[in-house]
């Protein structure tokens, strides 16, 4: 298990059924991307769900789950841009999503290099001041993020901070 995920694990209990099983290898076979370390021990570790009804977490295709979407019909495709100018993974400093928020957020990997566990996290905010950015940067990777809006307190990028809670809650697929 990786070390983010294992500190995710002590704040967020993961569901009693598990993580999605993906077949990593077929995937990056498939369509070319290998996901960071932390991104595949969550999925196997949490699958794809929703973190206290705000932060929803998506996944390769895994049957059945109406999280499995992150290589389906998204913006998965060369040469698509972002309205803010972000060219799309597997362009060159590309962004690839992997997740959003119930404002209307979206959280992308930032994928600025060949080693997918050195990209770190982009979320555009939809709601913003006149004038202010809507892309938030976080040094870090996904579970870092997550670990850091629900547990440490820092501010978030979403557009909702939100204050630590006592006892957060992971939402499989399975239990909705």
């Known amino acids: 298990m990786h070390w983010a995920v294992e500190q995710l694990v002590a704040v967020l209990e993961p569901p ?15 369509y070319g991307v290998m996901f960071p370390a932390d991104y595949r ?4 570790t949490y699958g794809g769900g929703v973190i206290d009804d705000y932060i929803g977490i998506s996944t390769p295709p895994v049957e059945g789950s109406v999280y499995g979407h992150l290589l389906g019909d998204g913006p998965f495709v060369s ?3 972002h309205p803010e100018g972000y060219p799309y993974y597997p362009d060159p400093g590309g962004i690839l999503l992997w ?4 404002h209307g957020d979206d959280a992308y990997w930032h994928c600025t290099s060949e080693d997918p566990d050195e990209w770190t996290v982009l979320v555009f905010t939809r709601q913003v001041a006149y004038g202010e950015d809507h892309w938030k940067p976080f040094g870090g990777g996904m579970v ?5 809006s629900i547990r440490d307190g820092r501010p978030s990028p979403f557009s909702d901070s939100t204050s630590p809670s006592a006892k957060s809650v992971f939402t499989s697929w399975r239990d909705e």
Not at 16 to 30: F, I, P
Not at 41 to 44: A, I, K, R
Not at 144 to 148: F, I, P, R
């Open 16 to 30: 009693a059924g598990g993580g999605d099983q993906v077949d990593w290898e077929r995937v990056r076979e498939e």
């Open 144 to 148: 870092e993020l997550l670990l850091a």
């Open 79 to 81: 040469g698509q841009r």
């Open 99 to 102: 997740g959003y928020s119930t």
């Open 41 to 44: 021990s969550f999925v196997e």
